[in-house]
Antibody
Framework: EVQLVESGGGLVKPGGSLRLSCAASGFTFSSYSMNWVRQAPGKGLEWVSSISSSSSYIYYADSVKGRFTISRDNAKNSLYLQMNSLRAEDTAVYYC????????????WGQGTLVTVSS | SYVLTQPPSVSVAPGKTARITCGGNNIGSKSVHWYQQKPGQAPVLVVYDDSDRPSGIPERFSGSNSGNTATLTISRVEAGDEADYYCQVWDSSSDLNWVFGGGTKLTVL
C-alpha cells in the first residue's frame, strides 16, 4: 500500500523557519518526482515546489522562490521542505504528492501537515 | 503566468450529469488532470491526461479537452460525489510550474 506521511508542521512566528518531512513507502520512491502542494484555510490548492527523481530538476512557485528549499533522500525514501522567512500567508496545510511525469498527474498524496505562521 | 478558470459552484440532482469546466488559453494543447477533494481529506486524482481514469475511479467520471476548455463530466451523480474539484496543468509557456484552477464546489441537491 502506498503511503505518504508528512510531519514537521506547527506554529511558528513570522520570519521563522520550519522543516517539513514526507516519509514514503509502498512504491519505488526513487523513480518518482515529488511535489509539495499547500492549501490555505478555506482556499484552493496551490502548487509550491517539485523535485525530479534524481534531484536534477527543481522548480518553485514564485510565491516561495528564494525562501523555500525542496530536497529528497532516496536512500531514506524521504522528501523535505525547508521553509525560511515564513510569512502569515504561508499558513496552510502542506501536502506531499508524487507524480511520474506531466501526463500522469499527482497520483498519491499524503494527509497533510498544518503550518501556522502567527505571532 | 498561465491561469485556469473554474466556476465556483455547480449544482446537480442525484442521477443527473454534472459538467465542470476549466478554461485556459489553448488548454487543448495541454494535458489536464482533475482532482476530487472532500472536506478534511487530501485530494484524489480522478482523471489524468485529459480523459484517462486511475484504477479504482468509477467509469462515471470522464474528461475531455479541446480549444480553450477542458471538462470533467460526472454521470449518474451520487451524494458521495459532493466535493471540491480542481483542474491542473503543467505550464511550460513562461515559468516552468504546475497550475491549479481555483476549484469548483459540486453540490448534490
Amino acid at each position: 500500500e502506498v503511503q505518504l506521511v508528512e510531519s514537521g508542521g506547527g506554529l511558528v512566528k513570522p520570519g521563522g523557519s520550519l522543516r517539513l518531512s514526507c516519509a514514503a513507502s509502498g512504491f519505488t520512491f526513487s523513480s518518482y518526482s515529488m511535489n509539495w502542494v499547500r492549501q490555505a484555510p478555506g482556499k484552493g490548492l496551490e502548487w509550491v515546489s517539485s523535485i525530479s527523481s534524481s534531484s536534477s530538476y527543481i522548480y518553485y512557485a514564485d510565491s516561495v522562490k528564494g525562501r523555500f528549499t525542496i530536497s529528497r533522500d532516496n536512500a531514506k525514501n524521504s522528501l523535505y521542505l525547508q521553509m525560511n522567512s515564513l510569512r502569515a500567508e504561508d499558513t496552510a496545510v502542506y501536502y506531499c504528492a508524487s507524480f511520474h511525469d506531466i501526463l500522469t498527474g499527482f497520483d498519491y498524496w499524503g494527509q497533510g501537515t498544518l503550518v501556522t505562521v502567527s505571532s | 503566468s498561465y491561469v485556469l478558470t473554474q466556476p465556483p459552484s455547480v449544482s446537480v440532482a442525484p442521477g443527473k450529469t454534472a459538467r465542470i469546466t476549466c478554461g485556459g488559453n489553448n488548454i487543448g494543447s495541454k494535458s489536464v488532470h482533475w482532482y476530487q477533494q472532500k472536506p478534511g481529506q487530501a485530494p484524489v486524482l480522478v482523471v489524468y491526461d485529459d480523459s484517462d481514469r486511475p484504477s479504482g475511479i468509477p467509469e462515471r467520471f470522464s474528461g475531455s479537452n479541446s480549444g480553450n476548455t477542458a471538462t470533467l463530466t460526472i454521470s449518474r451523480v451520487e451524494a458521495g460525489d459532493e466535493a471540491d474539484y480542481y483542474c491542473q496543468v503543467w505550464d511550460s509557456s513562461s515559468d516552468l510550474n504546475w497550475v491549479f484552477g481555483g476549484g469548483t464546489k459540486l453540490t448534490v441537491l
